[in-house]
């Protein structure tokens, strides 16, 4: 059975979704008809783990399965041996196919936090190997003339390259060829990515046009930032990784800015929108402390990720390391010289990646020792102690003084 309910589609196509080609109402028409649709997101395995951001899509993809659509999860292992170049300044490094293979290995288990591979509609796994290994050159020549070299030089980083005068490998244009083939050989009707992903997926629109002779349906969901556009991921520094130890996810959630509380309540949960936009307002006005609603969206997150008795335990575990000053034994420890450059040392201890941010990490107030704000470049002076626990949100280390 299909559910036709106007207020849960409208929802699906509302909350969280940045855009919707080629008209949101279009798709809101078909959803209404009764017919099951069939649609997809792609997951690229280029680490051994998915993360919050592809949660986005996959929950997204959950509430269509919930109405009773045909949601297919597709491992992109073909395409991860090109690289998605979206948003790189440089090409990837290559991935050999064994690395692949291992880092998909627990995808399916990781993702069905959301979705459902079981029952009478459950959700179907596929990967892109089983077509694009099949290709002949011929094939990728006949598929290639679909698309104009002009076409891909538009997309913005690789205009910058030119500018820059950086290399634009030709591999690179392969990937959204490769992307757009996958929605041709499924023939789906709707395809759900990242706002990040609007041209390798609008590519395969254009080819299902062209080849199967019908609409594909594209919907861009928002990315994980803060207010002001701040991104959370690896590049950043703060992913969540769902293969992560629920104090990790936690700690993590509490190192994040206000901006990201009600953000991700509404890409990662199911709290009402109505209670989301008042938790916004209560932000803004100061009519709460924020730090609570960190802590309230924390034990969502791992209770969501884990389950309740891990959420409860990974609260607890917080509370005692940062709340009640108690600081864990098993603590990384190393030596330094009383005096030294703090830039260089949260570089050499992967506390920033680099001296630019470790500068602007200070200036925010987020460097602490011993509980108090760095507001120095230079190691502060350790006076009698003999050691004195660092801070970078959840990254915590024990440093031992070497006097000059």
């Not at 179907?124 to 290639?144: A, V």
């Not at 969501?304 to 420890?333: L, V």
């Amino acid at each position: 059975m299909i559910n036709t309910d106007e207020k849960a589609i409208d929802e699906i196509l509302d909350r969280g979704v940045e855009q919707v080609f080629s008209e949101k109402e279009e798709l809101k028409k078909l959803l209404m008809s009764g017919k099951q649709i069939k649609l997809y997101c792609g997951y690229d395995p280029t680490a051994s783990s998915l993360h919050i951001g592809n949660a986005i899509s996959i929950k997204k993809l959950s509430e269509f399965q919930k109405l009773g659509h045909k949601v297919i999860f597709l491992v992109g292992d073909f395409t991860a041996l090109i690289g998605d170049p979206t948003d790189k300044s440089a090409a990837r490094p290559k991935l050999i196919k064994e690395e692949i293979e291992e880092n998909a290995k627990y995808y399916k288990k990781q993702a069905s936090i959301f979705l459902d591979f079981d029952g009478e509609n459950p959700a179907e796994i596929r990967y892109n190997s089983e077509w694009n290994d099949k290709l002949s050159f011929r094939d990728l020549i006949e598929l290639s003339s679909n698309f104009t070299v002009q076409q891909m030089l538009h997309r913005d980083m690789f205009e910058k390259r030119m500018e820059e005068e950086k290399p634009i490998y030709l591999h690179e244009f392969l990937y959204p060829l490769a992307q757009a083939y996958d929605s041709v050989v499924m023939d789906v009707d709707l395809e759900i990515g990242g706002n990040d992903q609007m041209f390798n997926m609008m590519r395969g629109r254009d080819l299902q046009k062209i080849i199967n002779k019908r609409e594909k349906f594209v919907l861009t969901m928002k990315l994980l930032a803060d207010n002001d556009g701040a991104k959370m991921g690896k590049s950043e520094g703060n992913a969540i990784f769902l293969d992560e130890k629920p104090e990790n996810i936690y700690g993590t959630v509490m190192s994040l800015g206000d901006g990201f509380i009600a953000n991700t309540y509404e890409l990662i949960t199911d709290k009402p929108i109505e209670e989301i936009e008042e938790m916004r307002k209560q932000i803004e006005d100061g009519s709460v402390n924020p730090r609570d609603l960190k802590m309230q969206l924390a034990f969502d997150l791992v209770e969501t990720f884990y389950n309740e008795q891990e959420a409860q335990k990974a609260e607890e575990a917080f509370k005692t390391q940062f709340q009640e000053k108690g600081i864990p034994e098993n603590i990384e420890e190393i030596v330094v010289v009383e005096g030294k450059d703090i830039l260089d040392l949260l570089v050499e201890i992967s506390f920033a990646s680099s001296k630019s941010e470790a500068r602007r990490k200070i200036n925010e107030g987020a460097v602490k020792l011993d509980d108090e704000k760095v507001a120095d470049f230079n190691l502060p002076s350790f006076g009698n102690k003999s050691e004195k626990i660092l801070k970078l949100g959840r990254k915590i280390i024990r440093l031992k003084v070497k006097s000059l």
